[in-house]
């Protein structure tokens, strides 16, 4: 127990310098509902669904979040009601948003009703809640739009909104995303991913990357363990398809059993991991060049053009990022903008 704690309260030591507060004081953390809009809350007071009355309501989040971890059962290709197979693949919401959304760079959904809408560059317009949910839908569980008065959809976002109803609005969390640890000032390379993926991954996910379905005979009843290439994964266009997200995501969160504070791979082994994963072969979505109407706003890690600068694509893939990140800024400072010449 006190070993535990130690190697804890260490991490968040080193958090907080990386952070770049070097040589402060440890402070306690400020409970959550105390804290003001523009600071990061590093409690998160998260209400208990199961708290929540048996009335329509509490009904309505509860199945919410159902939703997010039974997803294929309630939305995907095999669902049993053909009205709503939205999803295109048998991955869950919480295949990626870990612990149903309330994991510390497990990619937490814990602000995002606080936080839209929200400017999305990748579309550059103003993204409501539902269409960030949407951009998932279509991307991450390679599927198509959710009308919104559907009830999964209005569940998924009333399961949200209770996640997110102790934060004020605008709220930036500690922990958001899924980190963001060293880069590597080589590209990282997939064939020394590939043998650490036999090392640390291949028991679980399997030798084809395909995972391990619950019930060979019914889909629906989704993943064990999720896949991570191959035709029931993500497709290209997905946020885990790029390379700063899904190496931070191994880091933090894989094996499955891990967290942040006590990683199992040392940040190489996952840059490198990840980019085994991500040269392997998964669904194509269509129209990806159209992304990002200002392509000084595309992330530096998509892996699909147009780019601003002339950088390869396998650069903007596997790295190293910071030469990119360098002449992204520059071009920002000279020329303020490069519209897309693909945008609708
Ligand atoms: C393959 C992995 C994956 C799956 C599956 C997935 N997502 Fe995501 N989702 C992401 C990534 C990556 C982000 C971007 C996180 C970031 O930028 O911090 C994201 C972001 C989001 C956000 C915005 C969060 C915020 O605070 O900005 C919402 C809402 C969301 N996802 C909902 C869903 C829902 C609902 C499902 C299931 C229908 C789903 N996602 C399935 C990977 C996934
Ligand atoms: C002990 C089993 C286990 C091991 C070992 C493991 N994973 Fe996972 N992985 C899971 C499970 C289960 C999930 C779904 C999320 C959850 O339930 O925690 C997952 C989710 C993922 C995801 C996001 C979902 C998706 O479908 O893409 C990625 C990426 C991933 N793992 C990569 C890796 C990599 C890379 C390794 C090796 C470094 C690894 N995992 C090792 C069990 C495992």
């Known amino acids: ?146 009308p919104r008065d559907v009830r999964p959809m209005r569940a998924l976002v009333a399961y949200l909104t209770v996640l997110s109803s102790a934060l004020p609005r605008g709220a930036a969390i500690e922990g958001a995303g899924a980190g963001a640890m060293a880069e ?4 990282a390379d997939p064939a020394r991913g590939a043998v650490i993926y036999a090392r640390t991954c291949v028991f679980c996910h399997g030798e084809d990357g395909r995972g391990l379905v619950r019930n060979g005979a019914d889909a629906s009843l989704g993943y064990g363990v999720p896949p991570l290439w191959g035709p029931d994964s993500f497709n290209d266009g997905a946020g885990m398809n790029r390379l700063v997200t899904i190496a931070n995501f191994v880091h933090d969160n894989m094996p499955a059993g891990i967290d942040w504070l006590m990683p199992a791979l040392v940040p190489a082994d996952a840059w490198d991991v990840a980019a085994y994963v991500a040269s392997r072969g998964r669904p194509h979505r269509e129209g990806l060049e159209k992304d990002f109407p200002d392509l000084l706003d595309k992330p530096v890690d998509a892996p699909y053009g147009p780019y601003a600068d002339s950088f390869p694509q396998a650069q903007h893939k596997y790295g190293p990022f910071a030469p990119i990140r360098a002449e992204i800024a520059r071009l920002k400072a000279e020329k303020g903008t490069v519209p897309n010449p693909d945008a609708r």
């Open 184 to 187: 590597l000032d080589r590209p």
């Open 1 to 146: 127990m006190r070993r535990t704690s130690m190697v804890g309260y260490a991490a968040v030591v080193a958090f907080c310098v990386s952070a770049g507060v070097a040589g402060a004081p440890a402070q306690p953390p400020e409970p959550a509902n105390l804290a003001a809009a523009g600071k990061r809350i590093a409690v998160w007071d998260i209400p208990d669904i199961d708290q929540l009355p048996d009335d329509e309501h509490g009904r309505l989040v509860r199945y919410g979040r159902s939703v997010l971890e039974a997803t294929a059962r309630h939305i995907g290709p095999d669902a049993p009601d053909p009205v709503m197979r939205f999803a295109g693949n048998n991955l869950a919401c919480t295949s990626c948003h870990l612990d149903a959304g309330r994991k510390k760079f497990g990619l937490p959904l814990v602000a995002a009703a606080a936080d839209y809408p929200l400017y999305s560059a990748r579309s550059g317009e103003l993204a409501s809640l539902e269409d960030r949910l949407d951009s998932c839908m279509t991307r991450s569980m390679n599927g198509r739009p959710m």
